[in-house]
């Protein structure tokens, strides 16, 4: 584990004074970070439920038409190997 020293702990009160003054030049708190990458997330999350969705939907179509086909197929395919 390495050492905490005071020259990083004043590193760190530098570092964190000037992104606390860039963010209120911005006008931004914490809280406002913290509720735009927790509404991001709820949108990326909705995105992929929206997305899953319409492939879900796009597959049970397409089977409409696939599967009873391929029984159609199989039954005369089994058909004629019985007939031999």
Do not use: E
Not at 20 to 42: E, N, Q, Y
Not at 46 to 75: E, H, K, N, Q, T
């Amino acid at each position: 584990m390495p050492k905490i020293t005071v020259g990083t702990i004043l590193k760190l009160l530098i570092l964190s004074f000037f992104v606390g003054w860039g963010l209120s030049m911005l006008d931004l708190t914490p809280l406002d970070i913290l509720h735009g990458v927790f509404d991001r997330m709820d949108d990326f999350l909705d995105w992929i439920g929206r997305s899953f969705g319409s492939i879900i939907s796009y597959v049970l179509v397409g089977a409409m038409i696939v599967v009873p086909i391929w029984l159609l197929l199989l039954a005369i395919d089994w058909s004629k190997q019985r007939g031999k």
